[in-house]
T-cell receptor, first 110, second 116 residues
Framework: GIQVEQSPPDLILQEGANSTLRCNFS?????LQWFHQNPWGQLINLFY???GTKQNGRLSATTVATERYSLLYISSSQTTDSGVYFC????????????FGRGTSLIVHP | GAGVSQTPSNKVTEKGKYVELRCDPI?????LYWYRQSLGQGPEFLIY????????DSGLPNDRFFAVRPEGSVSTLKIQRTERGDSAVYLC??????????????FGPGTRLTVL
């Protein structure tokens, strides 16, 4: 099956800093989503982004499907950004079951 | 409208016991998914329902695990003869159709299962 790798595995920031999280995948995909799991375990969808760039406030994401990676940018980080960020992909011609990466754990200190 | 809800939020049981975990999806969502998440890992797919039927149960680890969705809404994940390795957070998600590549999944808060 498809392999999804996320980096870095852990990230510690001071409030106000910017960061870039990366998701590499081993096969062509039809769907890529970024999720945030807060410290209480709730998973929230951030972006549906199989290709191109999207922005939502301080967050933006870019997927370069031909090179099989996606980036999540967090600008002016806040303590509420803490948690684990996952990317999940659906492969071309595959089922509708997403494959998740292992996530990037982010801690933002005040 | 309410989001996806799961009960109980925590369940502690003894090895060998039977447990049931419940998921209430968002009203109107036809697709429902169960995942298992171990510490430090991403969600791992277990089973996917399209309406009342299990469209894909390829993620169930063995025959001790079973799930139902008799009326196409609420789903119950059932685990027989629990083992310590079953300890994890069990997540439920729902989406409108489950058949569109653009479908967004909405997750519940999870049930933390601990098998002693």
């Amino acid at each position: 099956g498809i392999q999804v790798e996320q980096s870095p595995p852990d990230l510690i920031l001071q409030e106000g800093a910017n960061s870039t999280l990366r998701c590499n995948f081993s096969d062509s995909v039809n769907n890529l989503q970024w999720f945030h799991q807060n410290p209480w375990g709730q998973l929230i969808n951030l972006f549906y982004i199989p290709s191109g760039t999207k922005q939502n406030g301080r967050l933006s994401a870019t997927t370069v499907a031909t090179e099989r990676y996606s980036l999540l940018y967090i600008s002016s980080s806040q303590t509420t950004d803490s948690g684990v960020y996952f990317c999940a992909v659906l492969t071309r011609g595959g089922s509708y079951i997403p494959t998740f990466g292992r996530g990037t754990s982010l801690i933002v200190h005040p | 409208g309410a989001g996806v809800s799961q009960t109980p939020s925590n369940k502690v049981t003894e090895k060998g016991k039977y447990v049931e975990l419940r998921c209430d999806p968002i009203s109107g969502h036809t697709a429902l998914y169960w995942y298992r998440q171990s510490l430090g890992q991403g969600p791992e797919f277990l089973i996917y329902f399209q309406g009342t039927g299990a469209a894909d149960d390829s993620g169930l680890p063995n025959d001790r695990f079973f799930a139902v969705r008799p009326e196409g809404s609420v789903s119950t994940l059932k685990i027989q003869r629990t083992e310590r390795g079953d300890s994890a957070v069990y997540l439920c998600a729902s989406s409108w159709t489950g058949t569109s590549m653009a479908d967004t999944q909405y997750f519940g808060p999870g049930t933390r299962l601990t098998v002693l």
